[in-house]
Each structure stands twice: as structure tokens, then as C-alpha cells.
């Protein structure tokens, strides 16, 4: 895994081609923002050495968010290190074994709707024992002084935070906005575009309205997100711009008529489950071929 250097002391890590994390700061104090999937330990590790130094330690791992392809490796990173995980007080449940978060809706129709009907345990929550840390209050970053603060970015998960730095707006902004369409096979490949966080694992969709307003008003210059390449300069400020004005709620889906409810030990309200037609569709196709081969069989045997 190469580290890209995107901006003054933030480095990026692209993870399996889909997934990114962030290192940011210096030889003298940094930290670790998301840590993609389970079994990147040794590539992330070997990231930071390469960027910081051998056996480079970092003085803590922030979350984003604890969804698993953002808090998938950080455990194991944090036990190394014996650094604490710090994240929002409302994604804490999510790491300390309290909750699962709100299972994905596939209904929702397109890439990310399709996937997730193979891996509905996806995003189970997990238990980081003691490492497990709530963020500070005053919006201080853990490790990286006054020049970063975190933001109150909910919407995709409730404690979702992104980080932003005033000096030359440059914006961390997890899975907040991201510059990949997973909902669409074309936005996965297609040139970086700030987009939308993707629709069957999004939450709080009048939340999420509101994260983007906030994030364009702040004009980045660089936002670099959970998935897809960074975006700069004046693109960066007016595609996120061009999201907060014409941005509308999905047309379908189990979180848009109304969102899922949190406090601190996680869910504390599911929307009712749509209806999904899919299942039947497949046992009714799985049905007409098996009377097929039935009908073909006999017939051979007869012959």
C-alpha cells in the first residue's frame, strides 16, 4: 500500500482500490483517521513506517465512523500501538458491543442494494474493550493540536464526523460526501465527482441533507473522502456546492420516509422493513427451472 500525499502532512492509504484512510500529521505527533477493512493490519503498519519512520507509533486512531470498512483493522492497529479509538459518542456503541448498526435495505435498488443482499451481517458492531474512546468536547482532534478540529457530520451513521482544517480547507470527510457513486457499477469507475454517501446503509436522510449544506458552506479545497480519489481546488468547492443545491432524498427506501433513532446504546428505532418482491422473484424462477429439468428428464427417460 503506497501513501499518497494529497496535502501538507495528510497522506492518503487506498484500500483494496475502494476504501481510503488517512494519515495525518507528523514525525513529531499524527494520528490514523479510519482504518478500512479487516486484514489490512500489516499494509496500514507498513504505511505509516514508510511515512513516519520505522515502528512509527501514532498518538491515536480517529474514526469517522465505526461502519467495517472504515473500523475494520483498527483494533488490531490499536492493540499494537496501544493507542486508544477515539470516536463520537453515538458510534460508540457500535465498538464497545452495545449494537449493531441499522441493517442495510437492498430494496433500495442499485450496485451497493445488490451487494448487500449477500452480506446482511455486514455491519454487526464489534467490541474494542478498552481502546474504545470517546471524542473530547470543543471539537479538538485527538493527538493533532488546534489546527484540526472535527465536525458533527451526521446523516450516513448518527456520530459520523468529518475533519476539517481551516488554514487551507482541506476536508476529511469520511463517508459524509464521497467522490465514488457506489450506487452506480459507472460511479465506481467513472472520473471523481462529489456525490451523495450510498443509499442502503444511509440512515437519517433529512440529517444528511443538512451535513452536506454545512460542509459546502465551509468551501473546501481539497476533500478527501472514505471512497473515491480526492477532489481539489475551485472543483472541489462547487461540486459540493452543486450536491448541497440539488440535492433531493432517494425515491425508495426503508430509511427515506423516516430515519432510524439513536442514544447512546445505539438503535433505539428500526423504520418498518419494506416489502421485497426479490426473494419471491428468485424462488419462482428457481421453481419454473427445476419443474423444467423435472419435464426434461422424463421426457429423456421416455425416449
Same mark, same amino acid.
Given at each position: 500500500?503506497?501513501? @499518497? *500525499? ?10 483494496? /482500490?475502494?476504501?481510503? $484512510?488517512?494519515?495525518?500529521? *507528523? ?7 479510519? !482504518? ?5 493490519? @500489516?499494509?496500514? +503498519?507498513?504505511? &505509516? ?24 483493522? &483498527?483494533?488490531?492497529? !490499536?492493540?499494537?500501538? *496501544?493507542?486508544?479509538?477515539?470516536? =463520537? ?11 449493531? #448498526? ?10 451497493? /442494494? ?16 478498552? %481502546? ?6 470543543? *471539537? ?5 493540536? &488546534? ?8 446523516? =450516513? ?8 482544517? @481551516? ?33 442502503? %446503509? ?21 476533500? !478527501? ?10 472543483? !472541489?468547492? $462547487? ?15 426503508? #430509511? %427515506?420516509?423516516?430515519?432510524? @433513532? ?10 418498518? &422493513? ?5 426473494? $419471491? ?19 429423456? +427417460?421416455?425416449?
Amino acid at each position: 500500500m503506497i501513501a @499518497e *500525499n494529497i496535502a501538507p502532512e495528510v497522506y492518503r492509504l487506498n484500500v483494496v /482500490g475502494l476504501v481510503n $484512510a488517512y494519515l495525518v500529521g *507528523n514525525a513529531q505527533g499524527w494520528v490514523l483517521v479510519d !482504518a478500512g477493512i479487516a486484514g489490512q493490519f @500489516e499494509a496500514i +503498519k507498513d504505511a &505509516a513506517d514508510q511515512v513516519f519512520g520505522f515502528d512509527a507509533r501514532p498518538q491515536a486512531i480517529i474514526l469517522t465512523h465505526a461502519h467495517t470498512d472504515h473500523a475494520g483493522s &483498527a483494533l488490531p492497529l !490499536a492493540v499494537y500501538w *496501544n493507542v486508544p479509538v477515539f470516536a =463520537h459518542p453515538l458510534e460508540l456503541p457500535f465498538i464497545t458491543g452495545k449494537s449493531d #448498526y441499522p441493517p442495510a435495505d437492498p430494496t433500495t435498488g442499485g450496485l451497493m /442494494g445488490f451487494v448487500m443482499r449477500f452480506a446482511p451481517g455486514t455491519f454487526r458492531g464489534r467490541d474494542f474493550g478498552d %481502546v474504545a474512546r470517546e471524542l473530547p468536547d470543543g *471539537n479538538m482532534v485527538p493527538g493533532l493540536g &488546534a489546527e484540526w478540529r472535527f465536525l458533527e457530520t451526521p446523516g =450516513h451513521t448518527p456520530g459520523h464526523v468529518s475533519l476539517w482544517r @481551516e488554514r487551507d480547507a482541506v476536508l476529511i470527510a469520511g463517508d459524509a460526501v464521497i467522490t465514488m457513486d457506489l450506487d452506480s457499477p459507472l460511479g465506481i469507475f467513472g472520473k471523481p465527482a462529489v456525490s451523495q454517501p450510498p443509499i442502503p %446503509v444511509t440512515t437519517d436522510w433529512h440529517a444528511e441533507r443538512k451535513t452536506i449544506e454545512t460542509l459546502a458552506a465551509l468551501k473546501p479545497k481539497l476533500i !478527501a473522502t472514505g471512497h473515491g480519489e480526492p477532489v481539489s481546488a475551485a472543483v !472541489a468547492t $462547487a461540486q459540493l456546492i452543486r450536491l448541497a443545491e440539488t440535492f433531493r432524498f432517494p425515491e425508495t427506501g426503508r #430509511y %427515506v420516509p423516516e430515519p432510524a @433513532e439513536f442514544d447512546l446504546q445505539g438503535v433505539r428505532y428500526l423504520p418498518p &422493513a419494506p416489502s421485497d418482491p426479490l426473494p $419471491a422473484m428468485v424462488g419462482v424462477m428457481l421453481a419454473c427451472v427445476a419443474v423444467g429439468f423435472g419435464v426434461w428428464t422424463i421426457r429423456n +427417460k421416455r425416449a
